[in-house]
């Protein structure tokens, strides 16, 4: 059977309609787009990605040449050896310079020489065995080298730019607080009512600690145990918050 669905005969249907065109809001048209199009002619630029649209074609007298590419070596050159051959034996006939004299005294001048040179100090040494075996005491770290550093003693220059960071946030989250206070969105906690919050929960954690140690020693019911364990989460969360106040001196509340 044909699913298609005829709708039933009327007379009515003879009587002539007028179309009845849907009616189509205008299209949309952005107030800024003549200036996108003038600075997209602005900003487009020839070739930019593509290269020329046209590239010179390369001459037929140019061809590319067999290894032309190559990594060319050195031209080469003719090798010799160093003269290093020694000076040849005197002749027979060879006779040497006579008649050179020097009025040098070389033994008063080696006299004075030793008298007027400084003694040569010893290089500092160590000796740590019985047989009396010395190494230099340079590298043994026994001489104080970094003390006389010129930056000995002086904080580096990262410890000083972290501290400057911390107090820069530091400071932006007391103008943030002064900020919140100012508006009213929140309240500094008084020392007195810090002190009676504190008081109250020591006291709930010494009573939750009473109920604790009158319990049951031997466990061996469901609501026993599970009573064991909502005094041990209830006693740790009180501890926390306890822990929590005394570490902070300063508290803010909200306020919604």
């Known amino acids: 059977m044909s699913d298609i669905i005829i709708p039933p005969e009327s007379i009515y249907n003879l009587i002539p309609r007028e179309e009845e065109k849907p009616i189509i809001s205008p299209r949309y048209m952005s107030k800024f787009r003549e200036q996108v199009k003038i600075e997209k002619e602005i900003n487009k630029a020839s070739n930019k990605t593509m290269g020329p649209a046209q590239v010179d074609v390369p001459s037929p007298q140019k061809y590319l040449l ?89 904080t580096p220059e990262y410890l000083l730019q972290r501290k400057e960071e911390v107090r820069k946030a530091q400071e932006q989250y007391n103008n943030y607080v002064k900020d919140r206070m100012r508006d009213g969105a929140m309240k500094q906690l008084a020392d007195a009512e810090r002190q009676n919050i504190l008081q109250a929960l020591r006291k709930n954690l010494d009573d939750l600690h009473h ?11 469901t609501p026993k145990k599970y009573k064991k364990e909502r005094l041990e989460l209830e006693m740790k969360q009180l501890e926390r918050d306890i822990d929590l106040i005394e570490r902070h001196k300063t508290i803010y509340i909200a306020n919604y």
């Open 211 to 221: 109920q604790y140690q009158g319990l049951s020693v031997v466990i061996d019911t």
């Open 66 to 154: 067999k290894h032309s590419k190559e990594p060319k070596l050195p031209e080469k050159k003719s090798f010799k050896y160093e003269d290093v051959n020694k000076p040849p034996v005197p002749a027979r006939t060879d006779r040497p310079l006579m008649g050179i004299h020097s009025n040098k005294n070389f033994i008063k001048t080696n006299a004075i020489e030793n008298i007027m040179a400084l003694p040569k100090k010893p290089q500092p040494a160590y000796a740590d065995t019985k047989k009396g075996d010395k190494k230099l005491l340079e590298n043994s770290g026994l001489v104080p080298k970094y003390i006389k550093k010129k930056d000995y003693g002086q």
